[in-house]
Nanobody
Framework: VQLVESGGGLLQSGGSLRLSCAASGDAFEDYVVGWFRQAPGKEREGVSC????????YYSDAVKGLFTVRRDNSKNLVSLQMNNLKPEDTDVYSC?????????????????????WGQGTQVTVSS
């Protein structure tokens, strides 16, 4: 599956933004999708992920209660709604996926588990 992010931009502290991850390919419902972010010179951080059919979600402590991940398998789309953004949320945000056709929901935020990555979209939050 190939992934393309959109929705990044420049906004002021306290604002909201919704990122989208569009997937091409078949059987999107068999892929777990995660959102990661990375600033220059820093390690990539996993912020959220969603299981194949949306049954389970994960949020890092840094974004819990502020970000919401959803998916629409009929449209091959995953979104990340980000609220109350702060300057420290400034990063390149990327979506990624891994295949898991098991009947039970899968959920991993380990970067090494993901094998397809989008190009990333820049989010800049000014103070």
């Amino acid at each position: 599956v190939q992934l393309v992010e959109s929705g990044g931009g420049l906004l002021q502290s306290g604002g909201s933004l919704r990122l989208s991850c569009a997937a091409s390919g078949d059987a999107f419902e068999d892929y777990v999708v995660g959102w990661f972010r990375q600033a220059p010179g820093k390690e990539r951080e996993g912020v959220s992920c969603i299981s194949q059919r949306g049954e389970n979600t994960y949020y890092s402590d840094a974004v819990k209660g502020l970000f919401t991940v959803r998916r629409d398998n009929s449209k091959n789309l995953v979104s990340l709604q980000m609220n109350n953004l702060k300057p420290e949320d400034t990063d390149v945000y990327s979506c990624a996926s891994y295949f898991d056709a098991a009947p039970s929901p899968s959920l991993s935020i380990l970067e090494a588990d993901y094998d397809s990555w989008g190009q990333g979209t820049q989010v800049t939050v000014s103070s």
